[in-house]
Nanobody, 124 residues
């Protein structure tokens, strides 16, 4: 069973950068797609796709963050990072790391394993 732990969240100002990390344990190699989702305050039923990356580093981004965020993956270490630049107030959310049941599918419904999330708060 894979366990995911996110780190790197915190309080930053608008325009700042932040890097989130996700460490996966319990399995020697994750071949499926991994992704970041986020859930904004007051939107408990809306988990929004942020970015995803396949085992061979094919990346996918939500249009709202494209050009500001970048996703990385280290298969040898079973880690995934999200570099977030030029943060805005709208980026405030709990960010979740997830592993898909598929090598390519990165939809919300395809995610099988989730971390507990890390809170990112962007202030003005």
């Amino acid at each position: 069973q894979v366990v995911l732990v996110e780190t790197g969240g915190g309080l930053v100002q608008a325009g700042d950068s932040l890097r989130l990390s996700c460490a996966a344990s319990g399995r020697t190699s994750i071949r499926n797609a991994m992704a970041w989702f986020r859930q904004a305050p007051g939107k408990e039923r809306e988990r929004e796709f942020v970015a995803a990356i396949t085992w061979n580093n094919r990346t996918f981004y939500n249009e709202s963050i494209k050009g500001r965020f970048a996703i990385f993956r280290d298969n040898a270490k079973n880690t995934m990072d999200l570099q977030m630049n030029r943060l805005t107030l709208e980026d405030t959310a709990v960010y979740y790391c997830a592993v898909s049941v598929s090598v390519l599918d990165h939809s919300l419904g395809s995610m099988r394993t989730w971390g507990e999330g890390t809170l990112v708060t962007v202030s003005s």
